[in-house]
């Protein structure tokens, strides 16, 4: 079983559709990245959150650390939103510390979704 | 701020050939790492740095070597290719992980890499 699953991997939708992109991790401490690649390659990191809501724009993300759960809303999709959604669970790493003496972490990624708005 | 840089944008390589692959960040972060993307599977980690000459292993560290003579520089070197190394990669960066876990992650533009 992979530590962090997406689903779904592929979703296709038309121009103003309400998208969810959901994530489990059955790693890591009690946060959750959700970064974006768009179709040139470049990654963005859109959230980090630890509880709750976020909301950027017409990107919502939901995390339930309980259970190990977290998801990404679009409201009223737009093609410019087509892109590989990706999130990543940070786990504690033995490793070199940092001279500032912060606790190390690795990020494990999920496979990512490939989402498609159609006009 | 030019954030995270790499190049080449693009490499074709022979087996048994060498080169480096350049990364770059001019936000004083402290921490920065080398990850492989490959179809099917999720960004997997290389090499990692913590500051200026600490550096360590990732999940698959196997032909690739990294050092950190400044904190601005983090190149990944490639010592003998091997079609198993044609990849994507890419550089990240992030600030002092003082902060705990939710140190955004900036990552450069990527390279992608060939070996025939």
């Known amino acids: 079983k992979n530590e962090v699953e997406q689903s779904p991997q592929n979703l296709t939708a038309q121009e103003g559709e309400f998208i969810t992109i959901n994530c489990s991790y059955s790693v890591g401490i009690s946060a959750l990245h959700w970064l974006q690649q768009h179709p040139g390659g470049g990654i963005v990191s859109l959230f980090m959150l630890s509880s709750g809501k976020k909301k950027h724009g017409r990107l919502i993300a939901t995390i339930n650390i309980q259970e190990k759960h977290s998801s990404l809303h679009i409201t009223a999709s737009h093609p410019r939103d087509s892109a590989v959604y990706i999130c990543a669970a940070p786990s504690h790493h033995e490793g070199v510390r940092s001279p500032s003496g912060g606790s190390n972490y690795k990020l494990t990624f999920g496979k990512g979704t490939l989402l498609t708005v159609n006009p | 701020n030019a954030g995270v840089t790499q190049t080449p944008k693009f490499q074709v390589l022979k087996t048994g050939q060498s080169m480096t692959l350049q990364c770059a960040q001019d936000?004083?972060?402290?921490?920065m790492s080398w990850y492989r993307q490959d179809p099917g599977m999720g960004l997997r980690l290389i090499h990692y740095?913590?500051?200026?000459?600490?550096?360590d292993q990732g999940e698959v560290p196997n032909g690739y070597n990294v050092s950190r003579s400044t904190t601005e520089d983090f190149p990944l070197r490639l010592l003998s290719a091997a079609p198993s190394q044609t990849s994507v990669y890419f550089c990240?960066?992030?600030?002092?992980?003082?902060?705990?876990?939710?140190?955004?992650?900036?990552f450069g533009p990527g390279t992608r890499l060939t070996v025939l």
């Open positions: 936000m004083n972060h402290e921490y």
């Open positions: 740095s913590v500051g200026a000459g600490i550096t």
């Open positions: 990240a960066s992030s600030y002092s992980r003082l902060a705990g876990v939710y140190n955004e992650q900036f």
